[in-house]
């Protein structure tokens, strides 16, 4: 007679946008059964019934073992791990949610990808604060779409943590034949990259909507990545983590597909769209905008020199037309490349 398996725990996915949907599908697929949350009780029981987010992954259906939750305590009764899948501006409320339903042994996880507006932080020191510093904390992040993931085309990401064990048991929980996930120590870098290179996907898109061509494109990349290693390393992260997934992959991710809605709401900018046009016609959570004031104070406060971010927050908040700002990039003091601003 053959061993019977063991069932592999239950993980809590909180959050059904486009992004907590997809890994919800990716965590089923890999085996797991998945709860998927959400604040929004009428969509979910939607997803249940259509077995699908018809709003935001409409060609993806759910896995068998993916269930809709409504109730949070319910969702996370019983879970090993629970990934919150939330914007920035909801990350700390949500983790108080958690806060008072979690088990003692349950590793917290998120998808979140900023500084917090208010109090410039990281998300993994929002939830040292809410959490305390003993629970199992990571960050997934990296060049992942979450069309694509939904569809299940090959996919690498990086997940980050302080505690080795359980970065690695995530990456392995998640993995399949086509999703591959790799471990990092360095929160900090993992973290200031998925933050920095939303408000340079944004300067992208402005730049590729007036029409500044391919030349200025990879200008701003290379020297926006320079930029996010200098306050990366500033705040403690170590500088591989920059031409790593977590890094170089997601910038060049984001400031060059129009899957990315930072990038599409840059064009939309140029076009002649207000910010409040474009949010709306876009319809989803564009953390670039936010991100953008987010990035420029900590930089500020840190006295690192982002001229990119800089010139970006200019356009987005005091309405310095974009092609004014690159023709003051163009014409700053000559340099060398290499440790230069």
């Known amino acids: 007679m053959a061993a019977a398996t063991t069932p592999r725990a239950p993980i809590a996915v909180l959050g059904a946008g486009s992004w907590g949907t997809a890994l919800a599908i990716q965590f089923a697929r890999a085996g797991h059964g998945v709860r998927l949350w959400s604040r929004d009780a009428a969509s979910l029981a939607r997803m249940g019934s259509a077995r699908h987010n018809a709003r935001y992954l409409p060609d993806a259906r759910f896995p068998p073992d993916l269930h809709v939750e409504p109730d949070l305590g319910l969702a996370l009764r019983g879970t090993r791990d629970a990934i919150i899948v939330v914007p920035s501006h909801a990350f700390r409320g ?5 806060a008072q339903r979690i088990d003692p ?3 917290i996880a998120w998808a979140t990808k900023g500084f917090e507006l208010s109090t410039g932080l990281l998300p993994h020191q929002v939830a040292g604060e809410v959490l305390g510093a003993r629970r199992k904390l990571a960050v997934l992040s990296g060049p992942t779409f979450a069309k694509e993931v939904g569809a299940g085309l090959p996919t690498a990401m990086t997940i980050a943590s302080l505690d080795e064990a359980f970065a690695l048991r995530l990456a392995e929980d998640i993995a399949s034949e086509k999703f591959r996930a790799y471990t990092s120590t360095d929160i900090i870098g993992v973290e ?6 939303n408000v340079l996907a944004v300067g992208a898109g402005l730049s590729d909507g007036l029409g500044f061509g391919a030349n200025t494109r990879i200008a701003l990349i290379t020297r926006g990545l320079a ?3 200098r306050l990366g390393v500033a705040l403690g992260a170590r500088s591989e983590t ?11 991710l984001t400031c060059t597909d129009d899957q990315s809605r930072n990038r599409r709401f840059g064009l939309l ?3 002649g769209a207000t910010a409040d046009e474009a949010l709306g016609r876009i319809g989803q959570v564009v953390e670039g905008y936010p991100a953008a004031r987010a990035v420029y104070a900590v930089a500020q406060r840190k006295g690192v020199s982002m001229p990119i971010v800089a ?5 987005l908040y005091d309405g310095v037309p974009a092609a004014e700002v690159v023709r003051e990039l163009m014409t700053r003091p000559v340099r060398a490349e290499v440790d230069s601003e």
Do not use: N, P, S, Y
């Open 311 to 315: 010139g970006i927050h200019r356009t």
């Open 242 to 252: 920059f031409m790593g997934l977590a890094g170089l992959g997601d910038l060049v």
């Open 269 to 271: 900018l140029a076009g």
């Open 105 to 107: 042994d349950c590793g």
């Open 94 to 98: 949500v983790l108080g949610q958690v």
């Open 227 to 229: 930029e996010m290693m």
């Open 192 to 197: 200031t990259g998925g933050a920095v290179k």
